[in-house]
């Protein structure tokens, strides 16, 4: 298993395996369907001594993620949302996400790779 360091992720990374410290946490969103399930979002805010990332999570994830905490987040991908980097995992993912002991690394808070804005372009060639 490769470690990968928030500030080498990039957009389209597929099956990347990030430690980090949980930071905050804040939900975005939660509804309740018909048949009573609910359903919730929150944005995951983490670091390690490179920077700091956002890792979108789901469902009974949120649950594993709590403030202070170390994790080891396994088969993760590297998406765009509103052009702004995001850590996921598949599905809900529960099994993808494991707490671990903290690293004698120090945080890097000063580098948060979600603040940066990615634009798509075409380049057209005659």
Do not use: C
Request: no cysteine; net charge negative; glycine share 6%.
């Amino acid at each position: 298993m490769t470690i990968s360091y928030i500030q080498d992720l990039q957009p389209g990374d597929t099956k990347v395996t990030v430690q980090a410290k949980v930071l905050k946490v804040e939900l975005s969103a939660e509804t309740t369907l018909a048949d009573e399930t609910t359903l919730r979002v929150a944005n995951i805010l983490l670091a390690d001594k490179t920077g700091t990332v956002v890792f979108s999570a789901r469902g009974a994830q949120i649950d594993r993620l709590k403030p202070g905490s170390w994790v080891n987040i396994d088969q993760g991908q590297v998406e765009l949302s509103f052009g702004h980097i995001h850590l996921t995992t598949p599905g809900q993912g529960v099994d993808d996400i494991k707490p671990i002991e903290s690293p004698s690394d120090q945080l890097n808070l000063s580098s948060n790779i979600t603040q940066y804005q990615y634009q798509y372009s075409s380049i057209y060639h005659d």
